[in-house]
């Protein structure tokens, strides 16, 4: 059966209190929305917003620990280099004093003691070199592993969860090479 002209036009004609146009404004739901977006706006304000500037206030305190220490590492990697190089600059004043004494020996005994002290001055260098070597490489992995760790505490706290495992640290650590390498 079809329906009546007169049940389509009850069908079709809008509820009370809406809107027959989309341009039309409706005071009652402009009230309400307003009144409940103060009421969470307070809420908000009220019991929301400390909690997160608490948050952010702590992380930034920690960042800059972080940094100051990073700082403080840096100096103290710069002060090993210059005394390895005081070291190296010693190990050199050493072999030219020993050249010095070598050169009053007596005539048969020259040319030994010129090549003994070549030898130790080859030794001394090599050693410094090493020294300052292992002592760079050290403090490069201080400072690596110190930025993993920063890398992955800064990237836990933007993703939301704790970066702890193997593989986390060996993804910043061929990265942080990777960079190494560039510069």
Known sequence: MMPSVSVLLRLS????????????????????????????????KKFAWPQIMGAVEAREKRLAEQIAETARLQDEAKRLVEQSQKALGDARGQAQTLLAEAKTQSERERAAAVERTKAEQDDLLARA?????????????????EAVDLSLAAASKLVGERLDSEADRKLVTGYLATLGEKH
């Open 13 to 44: 004609e809008t509820p009370a209190g809406a809107p027959t146009s989309p341009f039309e404004v409706n005071f009652g739901l402009f009230f309400w929305t307003w009144l409940v977006f103060l009421a969470l706006l307070f809420l908000l």
């Open 129 to 145: 070199r090493r020294e300052i070597s292992a002592e760079r490489d050290r403090a490069i992995g201080e400072l690596r592993r």
